[in-house]
């Protein structure tokens, strides 16, 4: 029924994709995705003594992504447009590519009025990462206390993912030392 999660917890997203759906259990009767959520919940503790279902960075940052799934035109009062389910997807995809330390700093997520989805890292320097993920493009900027700012656009984030993880991984190990 689930699949094999035993190697690698970034599999947790499959897991949670894959059964997202309500379905039927072995009494015929429907269950709803907050039982899911238990189900795997105690499937995972089951695997892993101390996986923390509620408290997970990673299943913390899908849901507030999920939540975007629900604005409609104007949700912002000034002619904004929804989330695409690009940018969602995009977004999904790129934070299933992030190390826990990576997923555990993000200091922000929101929704942009042109449809797409910033992450923002913050170190205890006020050293800044904001990402903006669109559906056919990127943009991020890194403002580092004693650096010029960078600011990189770009059309294939996933061309660009090992330069833009490794600005994340820069900051945040500033933020753990």
Not at 34 to 40: E, K, R
Not at 46 to 55: A, L, P
Not at 70 to 80: K, P
Not at 111 to 140: A, D, F, Q, R, V
């Amino acid at each position: 029924m689930f699949p094999d999660v035993t190697n690698d917890d970034v599999n947790i997203f499959d897991v949670l994709t894959s059964i997202s759906q309500p379905f039927i259990n072995s009494q015929n009767s429907r269950m709803n995705t907050n039982s899911i959520g238990y189900f795997v919940s105690d499937y995972m503790t089951v695997i892993h003594d101390n996986f923390d279902f509620v408290n997970n960075p990673f299943l913390h940052t899908l849901s507030k992504i999920n939540e975007y799934k629900s604005l409609n035109e104007n949700w912002d009062g000034y002619g904004s447009i929804p989330v695409t389910k690009k940018s969602e997807q995009n977004t999904i995809t790129f934070i299933t590519n992030l190390d826990d330390v990576s997923i555990e700093n993000i200091s922000d997520i929101f929704p942009n009025p042109h449809g797409t989805i910033t992450l923002e890292w913050e170190n205890k320097l006020c050293e800044k990462i904001s990402l903006e993920i669109g559906s056919n493009s990127y943009s991020y900027f890194v403002k580092y206390s004693n650096k010029t700012p960078k600011f990189v656009d770009g059309t294939d984030i996933f061309s660009s993912i090992t330069e833009i993880t490794s600005e994340i991984n820069s900051l945040v190990s500033k933020e753990v030392s």
